[in-house]
């Protein structure tokens, strides 16, 4: 859908199926709708072929904030 044209940069945030699902879960969908909606998506791979920047997202979300830190710092000075 040329998505990635309208960014300068474009990250994909990745996570393992089970992951997804669980955290899903734990909004309260059942596994048949995260699976469904799941399934609904481009898969990650072709997320991945769109991204410049890919991070995996399977830790606690400290891990996720620090990565999105050092992320948002390259990027400041890639802009600036």
Do not use: H, P
């Not at 991204?51 to 997202?57: C, H, L, Y």
């Amino acid at each position: 859908s040329d998505f990635d044209s309208f960014a300068d940069l474009t990250i994909c945030v990745i996570s393992d199926i089970k992951k997804i699902s669980a955290r899903l879960n734990d909004r309260g969908w059942s596994r048949k709708e995260a699976l469904a909606r799941i399934n609904a998506q481009i898969s990650q791979k072709e997320k991945e072929n769109f991204s410049d920047i890919i991070v995996e997202n399977n830790d606690e979300k400290k891990v996720l904030y620090r990565q999105a830190s050092v992320i948002m710092k390259a990027a400041e000075r890639l802009i600036s």
